[in-house]
């Protein structure tokens, strides 16, 4: 049994949720974070110094934070070949995407993006600032649209732990209303994912309640 502290509109426990669910395994949420509060706690801080969501337990293991390596645990541990790749050769191919959309993509989506338009309040973001912002993210977008071709996946017909990572923060980009560019691959890789039941569960869940400041 898997135990997971972390709220559902988080992007990073989604990330974890949505493994769970694709690998069907047994699991208990607690929410934890933002108007939940519960992560600055001691016993909080003794599992994760970080006092961010996600944290995770497999059964009685050591605790686990930061998502990207929690979904990589669980597909390592619970994945077959075509969810985590036992050949590093191959698997290397979809984690540096993986790692890419982490460390490139979602800081300048989320971060000069995202976070500025769902938080601006009654102070709109002055205009020249947004659109040197979706400016940032256009290039990024038309990257991975080039990496996808043909899909369905990014491994090409079978859905692996990369995808989770890749297509966890798709919804809030698709969703948020913004100058995004031309992108057919990857239209039709999140069309893709938004007819699995899981990523519907799972990470196209609602982020309104963000608009407001804990
Ligand atoms: N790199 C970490 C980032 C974790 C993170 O920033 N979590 C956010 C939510 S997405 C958080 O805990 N925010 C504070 C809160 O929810 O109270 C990861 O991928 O797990």
């Known amino acids: 049994m898997l135990t997971v502290w972390g709220r559902a509109n988080s992007l990073n426990v989604q990330a974890v949720m949505w493994t769970i669910a694709e690998l069907g395994l047994t699991h208990q949420r607690h929410d934890i974070g933002h108007v939940h509060g519960g992560n600055k706690t001691s016993e909080y801080l003794a599992m994760n110094p970080n006092g961010l969501v996600p944290t995770v337990r497999d059964g009685d293991g050591v605790p ?59 102070t709109p973001l002055p205009p020249e600032q947004l659109k040197a912002a979706t400016e940032a993210v256009k290039p990024l977008a038309l990257m991975l649209d080039r990496r996808l071709g043909d899909g369905p996946y990014l491994a090409g017909s079978d859905l692996s732990f990369a995808d989770m990572i890749i297509g966890n923060p798709l919804y809030r980009y698709y969703t948020l209303d913004f100058d995004r560019a031309a992108t057919p691959s990857l239209d039709a890789y999140y069309a893709q994912l938004t007819a699995r039941p899981h990523y519907r569960e799972h990470v196209m869940v609602s982020y309104e309640s963000l608009r407001t400041r804990p």
């Open 64 to 122: 686990m934070w930061e998502s990207a390596a929690i979904v990589r645990y669980l597909a390592a541990a619970y994945g077959d070949d075509k969810f985590w790749p036992r050949d590093p050769a191959a698997r290397v191919q979809l984690d540096m995407w993986a790692e890419w959309i982490k460390t490139s993509f979602v800081p300048t989506f989320s971060g000069q993006v995202f976070r500025p338009l769902v938080q601006q309040g009654s």
